[in-house]
């Protein structure tokens, strides 16, 4: 297993279109985290699923923002309308729920979004 | 709901010497306290972590106390290294759902 991977590394895209960003978590991972990072912050909480559930969701995040993930494995994140505001680096991880040892995420290298 | 603070933003110190980066929290039912180190271009990677029932942990050179009463937790890095230079995050688990709420981050540089 290779980690998390996320895809695409980067997007630019103009105001007022949608995009989707793809995450795999580590396989035997049934929890999946995204963050939403901007230049010089702590990443932000978005939303997180335990296995295909979604169990919550960040009261900050737009009703434009929906992410998936349908058989509990990969999981997209979709921004429909983009704005500028969106402009960041969306980040993914994942974890193994009832580790004795913690609760610790992996993350993937995330997905820089830029629009224009 | 949870929130992190951390200080110093920014921290400098010559190799060999030690780093210490403080953080407190707001919910006093936060159980569980990472860090994250994050290099330029990749997602922040677990360095350590500490539940609410331990006063501190080490591993290896570097080492987490938590003062719950006070509700701070500090990160200290001994015999610092080049490659220690990165952002450092701390985190905090509140009770409600499975989230880790994030600090502001500390951007350590370490002098050759």
């Known amino acids: 297993d290779t980690g998390v991977s996320q895809d695409p590394r980067h997007k630019i895209t103009k105001r007022g279109q949608n995009v989707t960003f793809r995450c795999d978590p580590i396989?035997?991972?049934?929890?999946l985290y995204w963050y939403r990072q901007t230049l010089g912050q702590g990443p932000e909480f978005l939303t997180y699923?335990?296995?295909?559930?979604?169990?919550?969701k960040s009261r900050l995040l737009s009703d434009r923002f929906s992410a998936e993930r349908p058989k509990g494995s990969f999981s997209t994140l979709e921004i429909q309308r983009t704005e500028q505001g969106d402009s960041a680096m969306y980040l993914c991880?994942?974890?193994?729920?009832?580790?004795?040892?913690?609760?610790?995420?992996?993350f993937g290298s995330g997905t820089r979004l830029t629009v224009v | 709901g949870e929130n992190v603070e951390q200080h110093p933003s920014t921290l400098s110190v010559q190799e060999g010497d030690s780093a210490v980066i403080k953080c407190t929290y707001s919910?006093?039912?936060?159980?569980?306290f990472p860090w994250y180190k994050q290099e330029l271009g990749k997602g922040p990677q677990l360095i350590i972590d500490?539940?609410?029932?331990?006063g501190e942990k080490k591993d290896q050179r570097i080492a987490v106390t938590l003062n719950k009463t006070a509700k701070h937790f500090s990160l200290h890095i001994t015999e610092t290294q080049p490659e220690d230079s990165a952002v450092y995050f701390c985190?905090?688990?509140?009770?409600?759902?499975?989230?880790?709420?994030f600090g502001p981050g500390t951007s350590l540089s370490v002098i050759p």
């Open positions: 991880a994942s974890s193994l729920s009832g580790r004795i040892q913690g609760y610790g995420y992996t």
């Open positions: 396989s035997e991972h049934n929890r």
């Open positions: 699923f335990q296995n295909e559930a979604q169990l919550e």
């Open positions: 919910d006093s039912a936060s159980n569980y």
């Open positions: 500490i539940r609410s029932n331990v």
């Open positions: 985190a905090a688990r509140p009770p409600s759902g499975d989230k880790v709420i």
